[in-house]
């Protein structure tokens, strides 16, 4: 039910890690988005994160890219500008013509457009924020 | 930096909008939100000028942390003269509103004036719009917010009135997001009274602080102290429901009026037992780690509902005090007056205050305790002023003046419902309601810090005295209340919940001195942020006396300076204020009348106005 938390959830992952997702323990703060936002574009602003969190009644949905195996992104975009490289999307923004074929590959409503940039998860190379922010364990890392 | 440094100037009379710079004394003297919206009252609010009156200014002010990481500091503050005890009001929310505001790049709006017809604002980043509402109005806040986001989207943030606002019901709320309530003192009706439906505000924008890494470091620092602290695991858990429990404890759970200090049916309200049937998650506000907000569905007929709430003050004010112990039936009362737009504090109270008069004989109609089809009823045409709810919607204030024999026993001070708790069994609390510059408000003071089984080395050290921690004695109160008064001022300008600054006393003025250092730019000392508390207390002050209030008026209900509990831990105590305001006025470097002296508002610099 409740989100719990304890001291420990503060930790720092290091890049054998991957992330898990847990929405029932998501209580909406919101706090991954602006981890996200400020580690990547050093300013606070949700609709820059490449992790939404969007409430639905009592239910919170987290859109972020899960890094899956088969990565049906990649293979979607026409151009070349996606690449998989040690577990993690690269995005050639040079190739991108931001046409949105890769959002509706992605199975997880994790790739969006704001500002004429393709935000996919990049695990902050190895350290996430969204989960060094994340006190409810709706965040976690897991050895990979 | 972390300022958006603009103010939006809405003119409904006009139908005008414009932006300007914010002034840098407002930044500096009085830093945002509440300091802001008490600023421009006494700036732009004359003491002739009628609250409902398209005169009577309307302030929603977000604070420089809003929109940050910064541990629980999305909220907002709403100000206006207040239309139920035409002094300050204003009422501050939690939830996702206020940091909507700055990304859209604003850190107020201020509204004038009276439009024609039914409105609301539509801010769209820099597109700013005032739209018809005709088709909104007569909607409850819930259908309001859907048909928002129908028009507009689904990520828009929404602040609206419900049919109590429409109504101009004295203490009806401004909602956000149909659960956080900015919900005393009836701001609620004077947008309705502007004729102001909704704000619905999309902000895409940036906030960029001063040095990132020291300020992530600094929220770090502060989550930690926070979870460390023991109130944060019940309250992360249970949420303010634990209060209940609290308040059982040490006899003060406001029970028929007041008039007793223990509930027969506290059991069937307890933290527990909603935690164990009908709470379905715990919810947070932007940016808060302690996610108090309860979610929670009842599926079973009559009382079907679903909402976030209630919390503690609701439990109490629409269950003990009106004796009502059916959860579901708080519930659905809680929902719907959340839909209405009305406070539950005082619409409880002042249903309390009537069944209290039946009992009496005072009146010839029968409301009995606990019936809680009689609590749904009066909400209902309360919010409608139909019948009963005409008289209702008066409050307790002007409802005691029509029946004599009930002053007694009227549960307001200044004209403000008092909230749940007893005073009776928190001295330090019964002071902080007496002198709270919005009247009968916990939320000026809320010194806790006599709840919490502090040790009594510990409140040497906190107060210089052991007794601050002994909530049943007057002695040693004084100087713990006027600190936490001017903290909270600061917490409320801020916006920076209280919850995690002085319930869990995990997040502490220097802290907040920090974030504010790295998020602005400018460097804070403890003092200087104390100081801005200060401040703005004075200048509430200063905005009553203009008003007329008197120092006479710092007092409380005749029940808790006179009527002993008859049970429990506080049996036979009563609140003696003369104990303490006399001190109170001089730790404020007031006169003995209660009055600021010129040195003091000099010092804090403040402009004496109207006040001889």
């Known amino acids: 039910m409740g989100a719990s938390a304890s001291v420990d959830v503060l930790t720092q992952g290091n890049d054998r890690d991957i992330r898990t997702l847990n929405p029932e323990k998501c209580s909406g703060c919101r706090n991954c988005e602006l981890a996200c936002s400020i580690a990547h574009f050093g300013a606070f602003n949700p609709r820059r994160a490449r992790i939404q969190v969007l409430r639905q009644g009592c239910r919170e ?29 690269f995005v050639d923004e040079a190739a991108c013509n931001l046409c949105g074929d890769c959002i509706a590959a992605c199975p997880s409503g994790g790739i969006r457009v704001f500002d004429d940039t393709l935000l996919i998860c990049d695990l902050c190379h190895g350290d996430p924020m969204c989960v060094k922010f994340c006190t409810t364990g709706a965040l976690a890392l897991k050895a990979r | 930096m972390s300022y958006m440094d603009r103010l939006l100037w809405v003119d409904l009379g006009r139908g005008g909008t414009r932006k300007t710079r914010i002034p840098e004394e407002w930044k500096s003297l009085y830093l945002g939100g509440r300091g802001f919206t008490s600023k421009v009252l006494y700036d732009l609010v004359d003491v002739d000028t009628n609250p409902l009156s398209p005169e009577n200014v309307l302030t929603i002010a977000a604070g420089p942390l809003d929109g940050t990481l910064s541990p629980s500091s999305g909220r907002f503050t709403v100000g206006c003269r207040s239309p139920l005890t035409g002094l300050l009001g204003d009422a501050n929310s939690g939830g996702h509103f206020g940091p909507e505001l700055r990304f859209a790049g604003y850190d107020a709006v201020i509204v004038q004036g009276r439009a024609k017809g039914p409105v609301y604002l539509f801010i769209d980043d820099d597109h700013v719009e005032l739209r018809d509402a005709s088709h909104l109005w007569g909607h409850g806040v819930f259908d309001t917010i859907r048909l928002l986001e129908e028009a507009h989207g689904k990520d828009v943030k929404v602040i609206a009135i419900g049919q109590a606002g429409e109504h101009l019901v004295p203490y009806a709320n401004i909602m956000a997001a149909g659960h956080s309530a900015a919900g005393r003192t009836g701001v609620g009706a004077v947008m309705g009274s502007k004729n102001l439906k909704a704000i619905a505000v999309r902000g895409t924008g940036d906030i960029p602080v001063a040095d990132d890494e020291r300020f992530l470091a600094k929220v770090r620092e502060c989550h930690r102290k926070l979870m460390a602290d023991p109130t944060y695991q019940d309250f992360s858990e249970y949420g303010t429901l634990i209060l209940v429990d609290i308040a059982q404890a040490s006899g003060g759970l406001s029970t028929r009026n007041g008039q007793l200090g223990l509930f027969e049916h506290y059991e069937k309200i307890s933290s527990h037992i909603y935690q164990d049937t009908y709470k379905l998650a715990s919810k947070a506000c932007f940016s808060c780690i302690l996610h108090c907000k309860n979610y929670a569905r009842v599926t079973s007929a009559p009382y079907e509902c679903e909402n976030m709430g209630p919390e503690y003050e609701t439990m109490v004010t629409l269950g003990s005090r009106v004796g ?47 019936d809680a089809s009689l609590v749904i009823d009066c909400l209902h045409k309360i919010a409608h002023r139909e019948g009963i709810g005409a008289f209702l919607a008066k409050g307790v204030r002007a409802m005691s003046r029509e029946i004599a024999g009930s002053e007694g026993f009227a549960l307001h001070v200044k004209g403000l419902e008092l909230p749940a708790f007893d005073v009776r069994t928190g001295k330090g609390f019964a002071l902080g309601e007496a002198v709270a510059s919005r009247g009968g408000d916990h939320l000026r003071a809320l010194p806790n810090f006599e ?162």
């Open chain 2, 451 to 612: 709840l919490l089984s502090k040790t009594r080395e510990e409140g040497i050290r906190w107060f210089g005295t052991p007794d601050c921690v002994n909530p049943y004695t007057e002695s040693g109160k004084v100087g713990m209340v006027i600190w936490h008064e001017n903290y909270g001022g600061v917490c409320d300008s801020a916006e920076i919940c209280k919850y995690c600054t002085f319930a869990t006393y995990a997040v502490m003025p220097q802290d907040v001195a920090d974030l504010l250092a790295f998020a602005v730019g400018r460097q804070y000392s403890e003092a200087d942020l104390l100081a801005v508390g200060e401040r703005i207390v004075n200048i509430e002050r200063m905005f009553n006396l203009r008003c007329g209030m008197t120092p006479r008026d710092d007092t409380l209900p005749r029940r808790f300076l006179q009527e002993g509990l008859p049970e429990g831990p506080a049996k036979g105590v009563t609140v003696d204020l003369a104990k303490m305001l006399p001190g109170y006025y001089s730790g404020r470097g007031w006169t003995k009348d209660g009055v600021p002296t010129r040195e003091k508002l000099e010092e804090l610099g403040i402009e004496a106005k109207g006040v001889a």
């Open chain 1, 61 to 89: 949905e987290i859109h972020v890219c899960n890094h899956c195996e088969d990565h049906p992104c990649i293979a979607a975009c026409k151009r070349g500008a996606l690449a998989w490289d040690d577990g993690e999307v």
């Open chain 2, 324 to 370: 009502v112990g059916s959860l579901a039936a708080i519930l659905k009362a809680n929902q719907l007056a959340n839909d209405y737009g009305l406070d539950t504090i005082s619409a409880g109270t002042s249903i309390a205050f009537l069944m209290e008069c039946s009992q009496r004989g005072l009146i010839d109609e029968k409301y009995e305790w606990g």
